[in-house]
T-cell receptor, first 115, second 116 residues
Framework: AQKVTQAQTEISVVEKEDVTLDCVYE???????LFWYKQPPSGELVFLIR??????QNEISGRYSWNFQKSTSSFNFTITASQVVDSAVYFC????????????FGTGTRLTVIP | ETGVTQSPTHLIKTRGQQVTLRCSSQ?????VSWYQQALGQGPQFIFQ???????GRGNFPPRFSGLQFPNYSSELNVNALELDDSALYLC???????????????FGNGTRLTVT
């Protein structure tokens, strides 16, 4: 069965600090996809990244970076030099190849960046 | 590029009633998925529509049904509303191509449904 665990319910950091959001997943499929979405107070889920199970290269996009490690079934997300606009709920999600648009979401991590 | 739009924004219904939520896909997208997000939880997959047919369903009872129209817009219908149906309902669209993986889901702002 599929499962996504985001153990950190809430995190608060002071502006300009770095912060890492943890995500651990479970799946029996060998082909799967991992995602991160950001949900600001407006409610819309904003797509941040998609990774497939065959690509373990870490990725950096501006202040955002992602560390995918199959050995530990983790897909962690780091924000460098956090800003107040980064305050939101962040969701990690898993999609197995057979259910392309069936995303299993974690319970989310609420990040608050204090000015 | 027009994003995913949902209506209404908020809705209050009474237990036992029926409700219809609407979604317009992002231009160029041909699949629509619906998710239910209870307070403090992650979204849960309800179902997906492609070519006007249901193409995948999560663990939701039959009183949750949907439609996709030729212009790729969609409706989510919920019959016999229960108090636990109170949630944010999110619509998402993507572009499906048989030869490759779907494009990532693009979500709307959601409809907040309150059942009293």
């Amino acid at each position: 069965a599929q499962k996504v665990t985001q153990a950190q319910t809430e995190i608060s950091v002071v502006e300009k600090e770095d912060v890492t959001l943890d995500c651990v997943y479970e799946t029996r499929d060998t082909t799967y996809y991992l995602f991160w979405y950001k949900q600001p107070p407006s409610g819309e889920l904003v797509f941040l990244i998609r990774r497939n199970s065959f690509d373990e290269q870490n990725e950096i996009s501006g202040r955002y970076s992602w560390n995918f490690q199959k050995s530990t079934s983790s897909f962690n997300f780091t924000i460098t030099a956090s800003q107040v606009v980064d305050s939101a709920v962040y969701f990690c999600a898993l999609s197995e190849a057979t259910g392309a648009n069936n995303l299993f979401f974690g319970t989310g991590t609420r990040l608050t960046v204090i000015p | 590029e027009t994003g995913v739009t949902q209506s209404p924004t908020h809705l209050i219904k009474t237990r036992g009633q029926q409700v219809t939520l609407r979604c317009s896909s992002q231009s160029g997208h041909n699949t629509v998925s619906w998710y239910q997000q209870a307070l403090g939880q992650g979204p849960q997959f309800i179902f997906q529509y492609y070519r006007e047919e249901e193409n995948g369903r999560g663990n939701f009872p039959p009183r949750f049904s949907g439609l996709q129209f030729p212009n790729y817009s969609s409706e989510l219908n919920v019959n016999a509303l229960e108090l636990d149906d109170s949630a944010l309902y999110l619509c998402a669209s993507s572009s499906y191509r048989a030869s490759s993986y779907n494009s990532p889901l693009h979500f709307g702002n959601g409809t907040r449904l309150t059942v009293t």
